[in-house]
């Protein structure tokens, strides 16, 4: 699966983004999502990640009630809404799949990753 992430860009605080992730090749389906984020100098870090079905969610703590993942499996495309941003939700996102119906939380448990779209909160 290749993986084209985008949506990003400079936004002030209090304010939204959605971010998109378009898949392409094999099959979407049977699928998790996941989108992480990287600050500068910090580690990879999961964010948010959703099965195929769109029936089961996981948020990390630090955006759940602000961030919401959704998937269109009709588009294979992932999305990321983020409202009521703040300065430390400034990093690169990243989307990433990977087999199976477990929601993890680690980088080393997605197979395939996106490029990466720059998201910047300004104060």
Do not use: H
């Amino acid at each position: 699966v290749q993986l084209q992430a985008s949506g990003g860009g400079l936004v002030q605080a209090g304010g939204s983004l959605r971010l998109s992730c378009a898949a392409s090749g094999p099959t979407f389906s049977g699928y998790v999502a996941g989108w992480f984020r990287q600050a500068p100098g910090k580690e990879r870090e999961f964010v948010a990640a959703i099965y195929w079905s769109g029936r089961d969610r996981y948020y990390a703590d630090s955006v759940r009630g602000r961030f919401t993942i959704s998937r269109d499996n009709a588009k294979d495309t992932v999305y990321l809404q983020m409202n009521s941003l703040k300065p430390e939700d400034t990093a690169v996102y990243y989307c990433a799949v990977r087999e199976g119906s477990i929601l993890r939380t680690k980088v080393q448990d997605y197979k395939s990753w996106g490029q990466g779209t720059l998201v910047t909160v300004s104060s």
